[in-house]
């Protein structure tokens, strides 16, 4: 039980299998954490959905447990920050509460061919890439908008007259947090629309009617430190202010204390997401990158940017591996595995089970394995499985380092994988620079926290948030450099082969 006398922030971290709140002190560690998966729903091929209101009571329960566990009243809890699987695409009836198809989640492939039909020409892609820093995909939110207005029925009447409303998964929390007061997201998730001019900083009115979405719909985009409402919901101490929102990513860049230009981070997470703080330079890339808007400190005028390069699929390869194949009890058993033998035996894994992110953008790939051979065996697939990881980050190093000028000489690492220390000493070994993870990984919820204290004074400022972080862990290149050449030329040999 917490002591009567202290106060916390909590961060209610929502993310793609699971919903998590996390108790965190003014010293910025982690007290506890609750966590509560919820179900997958694959309805075809390439589909992937999640319903909304698994997602809320996943979130709430494991919020309400976290209070209850620790005996909190509302006058304990400074504020509440939310940080939040991005792109995932949430309408609803504000009148009902009720969500009128489930969430379509970043993941999910089906709206390619709206992507096809209405980005088909090089203009409209020439424009959305100005305006929005995207490359034009069905990663983003449009399409899924534009999807659900055009196959539920009566989606687009309702729509049309001011009876519906779409969220990223930060927006639907506020929304229920707060009583249906707040209709509100911040600027880094509205970066992820492909609907909001990230140099403006207002929704776009010609790509709205470019998908054929009502303006009305749309929430108020509000800075990432800041109001977003207080709670008001049954069985949640109400009045708690809500102070800081931040798509997941941008909260683990900004959890890494990367408040400065040039300064980067990869999380390992379903996916791998690493972002270059670019400052206040909106930096277009020339290596099929995509720019994106950073969370930033109150004190901070204007807005700033980071360059991103996110692999749909690192740990989810894990979960394949466990789940699907049954190769493996637990992720953990990876690390044992791979360091059971001296390499892969020749065996590469392209994990493109929904495609290839950044920087090949091949939407149509799948997933393939190169160089079975009869001598294959569990350790081979586990340690191809994890060094396929490692390679796809490579590949976002080299892009961003070509697009920055520079490489990089440091990585802040973080997410569930990187507690992997054969991974991360591949990692260093691929991309001959230094690692650091720190001794608390889970940076998401930090930095939503940190976004939340900011703007209630919990925290004085970004000083003592670089002071409350612990010693890290060190990572830096073993390898003889041209055997990593012979890695990767091997690794790119299989990408062609699967492009």
């Known amino acids: 039980m917490a002591p009567s006398d202290e106060r916390y922030v909590i961060a209610l971290d929502q993310g793609t299998t699971s919903s998590r709140a996390v108790l965190i002190d003014r010293q910025g560690r982690m007290v506890d954490c609750v966590q509560r998966p919820f179900q997958q729903i694959f309805p075809h091929p390439g589909w992937v959905e999640h319903n ?6 996943s979130q709430i329960g494991s919020l309400t447990e976290l209070l209850n566990k620790h005996d909190l009243s509302a006058s304990q809890i400074d504020s509440i920050g939310i940080d939040n699987q991005r792109e995932t695409t949430i ?14 989640v970043w993941q999910c492939r089906r709206t390619a061919p709206i992507i096809d039909e209405v980005c088909g020409t090089p203009e409209v892609g020439r424009s959305i890439r100005a305006k929005t820093g995207l490359i034009a995909d069905a990663y983003f939110s449009a399409s899924k908008i534009a999807w659900i207005l055009r196959n539920v029925p009566g989606a687009r009447e309702r729509a049309e007259a001011g009876e519906l409303l779409f969220g990223t998964v930060d927006t639907w929390l506020i929304w229920v947090l707060t009583g249906g007061l707040v209709h509100a997201t911040d600027v880094t998730n ?3 629309t492909m609907l909001y001019d990230i140099h403006e900083g207002r929704w776009d009115k010609e790509l709205l009617d470019l998908f054929d979405i009502p303006a009305s719909m749309m929430p108020e985009v509000r800075r990432s430190s800041g109001s977003f ?3 008001s919901y049954p069985g949640v101490p109400a009045g708690i202010p809500i102070t800081g929102v931040a798509g997941d990513q941008q909260a683990a860049l900004f959890g890494q204390c990367c408040f400065e230009p040039g300064q980067a981070k990869n999380t390992y997470g379903t996916g791998c997401f690493m972002l270059l703080h670019t400052g206040h330079e909106a930096r277009e890339s020339r290596n099929n990158l995509v720019t994106t808007i950073v969370a930033s400190p109150p004190q901070v005028e204007g807005t700033e940017y980071a360059l991103e390069g996110s692999v749909f699929v690192a740990g989810a390869l894990i979960q394949w591996l466990r789940d699907e194949l049954g190769i493996i009890q637990n992720a953990a058993e990876t690390e044992y ?3 059971s033998v001296p390499d892969t035996g020749g065996v590469y894994i392209v994990p493109a089970f929904t495609g290839l992110g950044a920087p090949y953008w091949k939407p149509d790939a799948r997933g393939a394995i ?7 065996s569990r350790p081979h697939l586990a340690r191809a499985a994890l060094e396929a990881i490692a390679y796809q980050i490579a590949d976002l190093s080299s892009a961003m380092a070509a697009d920055a000028g520079k490489p990089l000489a440091l990585l802040n690492v973080d997410g569930g994988a990187s507690a992997n220390d054969f991974l991360m000493q591949f990692q260093a070994d691929l991309l001959g620079c230094e690692l650091r993870r720190p001794q608390n990984t889970e940076t998401t919820s930090l930095g939503a926290a940190f976004l939340a204290g900011l703007a209630t004074g919990f925290w004085s400022g970004t000083d003592e ?3 409350l972080r612990e010693s890290d862990d060190v990572f830096t290149r073993s390898m003889d450099p041209m055997r990593v050449q012979v890695l990767l030329a091997g690794w790119h040999e299989a990408i062609r082969r699967t492009i």
């Open 52 to 57: 909304p209101q698994d997602i809320l009571f």
């Open 91 to 104: 309408v609803w009836d504000p009148t009902t509460g009720q969500p009128v198809y489930n969430a379509i």
């Open 190 to 192: 509205a970066s992820r």
């Open 229 to 231: 409402g207080e709670t």
């Open 337 to 339: 595995l791979a360091k």
């Open 370 to 376: 190169y160089g079975l051979t009869r001598g294959t």
């Open 465 to 467: 948030l670089r002071a």
